[in-house]
């Protein structure tokens, strides 16, 4: 049975009613924080990493599961876990499907996940949008490189001479570049498929400009040509990049969204739905482990530059990718088919 309080009773009551629920609500905030704050302890964290061992995503990964634990509320441990196949599809799949949504899995995801989505490959189970980015480490530069036995020695020869990639598989950025540039360079190259890290033997590969160790530079045991970005390397003023060499503006569009994926370069990202409050936890984990001297120490030492960027900026320049005209997109998924 319902009551009704007339005039100034009703009104006291409804008072005395909201102050209690807010002091309700206020009591109950500082033990949602601590649970947040505890939410970590004994427990594991898994960093997923989408391509074999050796090259420069598995070197940040580990890097990062030595140091990241640190940085968090109750000092997690942390592993890394080497998942390659389907250029790193494999992997994103994983983790948008499989793996807990609560902040315990992570991954260094590989850079063109958000492309490959927009291209419309088959092998994609989830929504590039969804995933939470907890910052980046480094942009990249991918480059294309053969080794010095290889009669393709000079630009005059890519563009002239027919020549086979050694990539990861045929639905990812690196075979679409290749198509593009036979389409729109009249080049002759001959992907080879089966690749599942940069290290793996081959004519030639694309990597990033992090994985080009000082030594092969200085050996010059490789002969780099090419680069794909928007801009010349600060370490590679010689090398042009693709863009420089589109002869139209439907070529220069396409080779400037094909190679846009290198902003995210190696970044760390968790699955959807992750709370907010324990989002941030990681974010702030992630900001404090890049200022860290002994993080920063460990990467001098083992040759692995820091471009990093908050998770704030990195999952702006995943929207950003998606703003693309319908018309646009239709000339770069083009490029995408067999």
């Given at each position: 049975?319902?009551?009704?309080?007339?005039?100034?009773?009703?009104?006291?009551?409804?008072?005395?009613?909201?102050?209690?629920?807010?002091?309700?609500?206020?009591?109950?905030?500082?033990?949602?924080?601590?649970?947040?704050?505890?939410?970590?302890?004994?427990?594991?964290?898994?960093?997923?990493?989408?391509?074999?061992?050796?090259?420069?995503?598995?070197?940040?990964?580990?890097?990062?599961?030595?140091?990241?634990?640190?940085?968090?509320?109750?000092?997690?441990?942390?592993?890394?876990?080497?998942?390659?196949?389907?250029?790193?599809?494999?992997?994103?799949?994983?983790?948008?499907?499989?793996?807990?949504?609560?902040?315990?899995?992570?991954?260094?995801?590989?850079?063109?996940?958000?492309?490959?989505?927009?291209?419309?490959?088959?092998?994609?189970?989830?929504?590039?949008?969804?995933?939470?980015?907890?910052?980046?480490?480094?942009?990249?530069?991918?480059?294309?490189?053969?080794?010095?036995?290889?009669?393709?020695?000079?630009?005059?020869?890519?563009?002239?001479?027919?020549?086979?990639?050694?990539?990861?598989?045929?639905?990812?950025?690196?075979?679409?570049?290749?198509?593009?540039m036979n389409r729109y360079l009249n080049t002759q190259l001959k992907a080879i498929p089966g690749h599942p890290s940069a290290t793996d033997g081959g004519t030639s590969t694309y990597i990033g400009l992090s994985q080009l160790f000082s030594g092969y530079l200085r050996d010059k045991t490789l002969n780099i040509l090419m680069q794909f970005a928007l801009q010349r390397d600060p370490h590679m003023r010689d090398v042009p990049t693709v863009i420089e060499l589109a002869r139209d503006p439907d070529a220069t569009q396409i080779f400037r969204h094909l190679v846009s994926n290198d902003e995210i370069g190696r970044?760390?990202?968790?699955?959807?739905?992750?709370?907010?409050?324990?989002?941030?936890?990681?974010?702030?984990?992630?900001?404090?482990?890049?200022?860290?001297?002994?993080?920063?120490?460990?990467?001098?030492?083992?040759?692995?530059?820091?471009?990093?960027?908050?998770?704030?900026?990195?999952?702006?320049?995943?929207?950003?990718?998606?703003?693309?005209?319908?018309?646009?997109?239709?000339?770069?998924?083009?490029?995408?088919?067999?």
């Amino acid at each position: 049975m319902g009551w009704f309080l007339p005039g100034r009773w009703g009104r006291v009551l409804a008072g005395y009613v909201a102050l209690v629920a807010a002091l309700m609500v206020a009591l109950a905030l500082p033990s949602r924080a601590a649970d947040e704050d505890d939410f970590y302890r004994g427990k594991t964290i898994t960093i997923i990493i989408p391509i074999g061992p050796g090259g420069a995503y598995d070197a940040y990964a580990r890097l990062v599961s030595r140091h990241l634990g640190k940085q968090l509320p109750g000092n997690p441990v942390i592993i890394a876990r080497n998942m390659p196949g389907g250029g790193g599809v494999i992997a994103s799949n994983h983790l948008y499907n499989v793996a807990p949504r609560d902040g315990t899995t992570l991954a260094i995801i590989t850079s063109s996940f958000a492309n490959e989505q927009l291209f419309g490959n088959p092998q994609i189970r989830y929504d590039a949008r969804q995933f939470l980015a907890i910052g980046r480490l480094l942009d990249t530069t991918s480059v294309l490189f053969f080794w010095h036995t290889s009669p393709i020695k000079t630009l005059n020869d890519l563009l002239t001479r027919p020549a086979t990639m050694a990539i990861s598989s045929v639905n990812e950025i690196p075979a679409y570049r290749l198509t593009a540039m036979n389409r729109y360079l009249n080049t002759q190259l001959k992907a080879i498929p089966g690749h599942p890290s940069a290290t793996d033997g081959g004519t030639s590969t694309y990597i990033g400009l992090s994985q080009l160790f000082s030594g092969y530079l200085r050996d010059k045991t490789l002969n780099i040509l090419m680069q794909f970005a928007l801009q010349r390397d600060p370490h590679m003023r010689d090398v042009p990049t693709v863009i420089e060499l589109a002869r139209d503006p439907d070529a220069t569009q396409i080779f400037r969204h094909l190679v846009s994926n290198d902003e995210i370069g190696r970044s760390l990202f968790t699955t959807p739905n992750v709370p907010a409050a324990r989002l941030k936890l990681l974010r702030q984990a992630f900001q404090a482990m890049i200022s860290d001297a002994d993080f920063q120490a460990e990467a001098v030492q083992l040759k692995l530059p820091l471009a990093p960027r908050s998770g704030e900026e990195m999952q702006k320049v995943v929207a950003d990718l998606f703003d693309i005209s319908p018309a646009a997109l239709a000339k770069v998924r083009d490029v995408s088919k067999p």
